[in-house]
Every structure is written in C-alpha cells, then in structure tokens.
C-alpha cells in the first residue's frame, strides 16, 4: 500500500481537502440529475461514488474525521449500504505514513530514532488505523507492538469535527444547537483517544481487573519507560484478528468460547468497573492459537455514569419496562422524554421505546442468547428503519437522548453485532459489583 510522507495539519490544509471532496460529491449530484432527467434513476450508483469520494479525502486526513467514518460504518440501520461497505475500510485498511515521518516522530518524542530504542524495529507498518499505525520491533528479546500516534491528529480535533459537522448534521437531519452535547461527547473522546500516556494508565488498569475475574481474555504487557504521548510500546500478542478468524471454519464450540469471551469481558466491564472499552470493532481483537480473545487498543474508554448507568441497565428488565412509572422515570433520565412534550408525544415516545426496548431486551430475558438468530438481528434493523422513517419521529424538533447514549448505544449494538458475526450463543449472566 502507498505510503504518505506529509498529512495536511493546517485548518487551511485540512479545510481545503474537505472542500475538495465536496466538489467531487458536488460533481457526482450533477452527473446524477443529468442521468435522471434522461429517465436513469440510478441512486445506488451515486452511493457508491460519493461514498467513495468521500473515504478517499478523508483517509488522506487521517485522525478524527477518519474515525468519524470508522464510527459510521457501525450504523448498519442508519447509513446506506455503500457508505458501510467504503467506510468500513477505516477499520483495516489505511493508507500508512512513511518510515522517515516514523523516525522523525520517534526523535520528536522519545528524544532518539527507533533503532536507538530497540534491537530492531520494522519500518514497514504492520497495521494502520485512524489514529496511529503499528509497528513490529524486539527488545531483549521480547517481540513488541509499537503504536505511533499521526503527527497534528490532536491538534486538529476541532477544526476537524468543525469541517465535518454540516455533513454529519444533514445526514442525520439533525438540528445544529441540538446536536451540539453529541459532537462535545465526540470530541471529549477523540482528545482521550490521543493522549497515549493516560491511555496506557487505563489499559494496564483495567486489563490487571479484567485478568483476575474474566475467563479465556488475554492482553498485552504495556511498557511505561517506552512510552510517550505519541509512543505507547506493548508486547505482540500473537494470533488472527477477530474478522479473519469469524469467517474460517470454526466448530460452534469454538464460536461459542470467544463469544463468551466477549460477553463477559464487556458486562464485567459496565457492571463492575462502571466504565467500558467503547470501540468494539473486529480490529480491536483478535483470537490466539489456543483460542483466547485477545483484546487491544484501550484509546476509548467511557466512564458510566450511576444515573445513567441506573436507567439504562433497568430498561433490561421486563418488569422495569412493564412498569409505566418506572418507564417514564428512566427515560426521562436518558433524555429520552423531554420537560417541553406534548402529552402526545410523550404518549408516542413511551409507547415506542416500550416496544423497541422490548425488544432490544431478549438476550437478556433468558439464561442463554443465540446470537447467530438471523430473524432476531432482521428484526432489529427493520426495527430500526421503521422508527426512523415515522413521520411523527421526523417532525420532532429535538434531538433526543443523553450524550452518554452515543458511546453506549456504539457499544452495546457493536457488541451485538460482533457477536452476530461470529454465531456465538452465550450465556447472558451479568456480573454484580
């Protein structure tokens, strides 16, 4: 893969490459309106070269608008299938930057060169994401993981998420004074995302906890003399990544060990620590040789809140949601009810999270969940799409729901969805603190 010697790191840079990429999505609505006036109706195909043009500005940029598109690509009900399949790229397959701008970071950072640091060390990246790229190296001989952070991504966050917020906004036909909790919630995260030296605190802190009371989970050894606010050096974790594994032959007893894994590696997480690993992407895990899930990457960590934790964890409960009182008290504590509803609209959003959480509530409903249940994920999805398409819902004129919401709803439906990838059925316990 082409490697990129210089990422833009000016507003002005980053500006005008977003412009540039509106140009070419400007350009493809013409050809589109061109085509229709002739009869050709063919607006998948404008999908897929706007969703194209898109991922390629923005995988040049790197940092937190390419996360933005990482994120979005987990919204399977949300954004049409182009967009998915060309922003799902931002998980596995981004561009690297160059072995010089690599040393020139390592000097900057770590005050030496990495062949200074190590006994050796790979120029070539192994793996590159949104936020940095990993790097291959050993050190008395120990095999190591080197993650070096992109030059100018934390600098750029808000100028960034500035420059993509109008396309954020009339995609989710959202109001902009409304919208505004969401895109500080985003922000807050993509800046803990790149402080590397906290992060290397909260991942040997909750893999320490997580080690002593989760079954067949494994992590790597974090290395602080190593590490800067750029570099974090860990140990290689040998094994295949989550997405590679899933899709080999794999026994349902295999299927439903990682599964497990998985599920009790999270509810540990928000039951017990009452924070969680809110990136749940195939990238971020991957399966070793004797069949332990190996978890990586702790840049997004979400504290939970106990009020919020409180209402959203009781709208689990088939008695909480059958209990009207109880319904309209937690949602109105996730912002789901709002002081300005109309008794109407109060009666249409508690009757429709009623079903909805109903619903999204089954795994929790029994001792064990299917999570391979192709009807139960459809379901889901048709769910979704119908609610979103109401005119009652479009004609509200606030946006709703707690920002803690936008990092738990990621994370509890890519939880579902990885568990829907690889068939597991598990066990549905939750742990109590």
């Known amino acids: 893969m082409k490697t990129i010697n210089k990422i833009p790191v000016s507003k002005i840079q980053r500006a005008s490459n977003i412009v540039k990429t509106g140009i070419k999505v400007g350009g493809n ?9 002739i009869g050709k109706d063919d607006h998948e195909e404008l999908d897929k070269e706007n969703a194209k043009d898109i991922y390629e500005g923005l995988k040049e940029l790197k940092g937190s608008v390419l ?42 950072y770590l005050g030496k060169y990495p062949e200074e640091v190590f006994d050796s060390f790979e120029n070539t990246s192994h793996k590159a994401a949104s936020i940095g790229q990993v790097h291959v190296a050993t050190k008395n001989g120990k095999k190591l993981a080197v993650k070096i952070q992109y030059p100018g991504v934390a600098e750029s966050i808000s100028s960034d998420l500035a420059l ?35 992060e290397v605190e909260e991942s040997i802190d909750i893999s320490e906890k997580c080690k002593a009371n989760v079954e067949n989970v494994v992590f790597p050894e974090y290395y602080r003399e190593l590490t800067s606010e750029k570099i974090i050096t ?10 590679e594994w899933q899709q080999t032959e794999r026994s349902q007893e295999e299927r439903n060990k990682i599964a497990q894994a ?58 909480e949601l059958n209990d009207s009182e109880k319904l309209i008290e937690h949602l109105t504590t996730l912002e789901m009810l709002l002081p300005k509803d109309s008794p109407k609209v109060r009666e249409l959003i508690q009757g429709l999270f009623s079903e909805v959480l109903g619903f999204l509530s089954t795994p929790f409903q029994s001792e064990t969940f299917d999570f391979g249940d192709k009807e139960f994920f459809k379901n889901l999805y048709r769910m979704g799409s119908k609610y979103a398409h109401m005119p009652e819902m479009k004609k509200m004129d ?36």
């Open 67 to 108: 996360k933005v598109a990482q994120m979005m690509s987990m919204e399977k009900n949300i954004l049409p299938t182009a967009y998915i399949q060309e922003f799902t790229k931002a998980q596995y397959s981004v561009p690297p930057i160059s072995g010089p701008l690599v040393r020139k970071t390592f000097k900057k």
């Open 262 to 319: 998985l599920w009790d590696f999270y509810m540990y997480q928000m039951h017990v620590l009452h924070k969680v690993h809110a990136d749940p992407h195939p990238g971020n895990f991957l399966i070793t040789e004797d069949n332990q899930l190996g978890a990586l990457d702790f840049g997004c960590i979400k504290e939970i809140e106990p009020d919020f934790y409180e209402a959203y964890f009781a709208l689990t409960q088939k008695a």
């Open 164 to 198: 993509v917020k109008p396309f954020a906004l009339k995609m989710f036909k959202m109001d902009a004074k409304d919208a505004e909790k969401y895109f500080k919630e985003v922000e807050s995260k993509l800046i803990e995302e790149t402080q590397y030296l906290k």
């Open 29 to 37: 609505y013409a050809k589109y309106y061109s085509k229709k006036v």
């Open 398 to 433: 606030h946006s709703r729901g707690s920002r803690h919401l936008l990092y738990m709803n990621r994370t509890m439906f890519g939880l579902f969805n990885l568990l829907h990838d690889m068939q597991g059925i598990v066990k549905t316990r939750v742990p109590t603190s």
């Open 234 to 243: 860990m140990s290689w974790l040998e094994g295949i990544h989550l997405d």
